[in-house]
């Protein structure tokens, strides 16, 4: 039979060894108190945890388990954040591609703009007549009108009319009706030639 204070004592040990238990379990997690729009991302995060770390200690059904505000949770220490719900920056590879992407986008673009036919209207008029007889500086017969804000003066157009032959013209007039039709173009020529000319659809493209 062993002796009463050897008893004792192995009592005493084997109390300290799980007093000393506890306390490390208790070290290992602290308590927190939901606050209004928390989420156990943001949680595991602020606290460097895992979600899933939070689920296990608090026995909760899921990552999407539903929190309210002033509910007690149990956060475990110790664990990393969890790497799969970081955002991950934009790498230097990236910017560079992005870039090249947008600078063949507008290279496409202007392209595009530049040699690619847009079916329009064409009417005609004779400056001389459309000026009231008051005197124009633009001559009859070598430009068009058009909206300025889409074929600004100066621009060269190529013009494919429905009889099929086609005419180089350059922007250089725009009449109230042209201003207000970005879509509609009128034709420089002689007052008798407008008549018999009337509207028609055109085939149109910028080359200078």
Same mark, same amino acid.
């Given at each position: ?30 308590? @927190?108190?939901? &606050?209004?729009?928390? !989420?156990?991302?943001?949680?595991? &995060? /602020? ?13 909760? =059904? !899921? ?17 990393? +954040? ?32 530049? !040699? ?18 008051? =005197? ?12 300025? /804000?889409? @074929?600004?003066? *100066? ?17 250089? /007039?725009? *009449?109230?009706? +042209? ?8 034709? !420089? ?20």
């Amino acid at each position: 039979m062993l002796p009463k204070s050897f008893v004792s004592r192995s009592l005493l040990m084997f109390g300290t060894l799980i007093g000393l238990g506890f306390t490390t379990i208790s070290a290992s997690a602290k308590e @927190y108190t939901v &606050k209004s729009g928390d !989420s156990l991302w943001g949680i595991a &995060k /602020d606290n460097n945890t895992t979600t899933k770390a939070i689920v296990d200690a608090n026995s909760l =059904g !899921s990552a999407k388990a539903v929190i309210l505000p002033n509910q007690k949770l149990t956060i475990p220490n110790g664990a990393k +954040a969890d790497k799969s719900s970081r955002i991950k920056p934009l790498t230097e590879n990236t910017s560079k591609n992005s870039s090249k992407s947008k600078q063949s986008s507008t290279k496409l673009t202007t392209k595009t703009a530049t !040699s690619g036919w847009t079916t329009m209207v064409a009417t005609a008029y004779d400056p001389e007549v459309a000026a009231g007889g008051q =005197g124009t500086s633009i001559p009859t017969g070598t430009g068009v009108a058009a909206a300025l /804000d889409r @074929y600004p003066k *100066g621009t060269e157009l190529e013009i494919k009319f429905q009889d099929g032959h086609t005419e180089t013209r350059v922007v250089n /007039d725009t *009449g109230t009706f +042209a201003a207000s039709n970005p879509n509609q173009l009128d034709i !420089s020529m002689t007052n008798a030639q407008a008549m018999q000319f009337g509207r028609q659809s055109i085939q149109v493209r910028v080359i200078g």
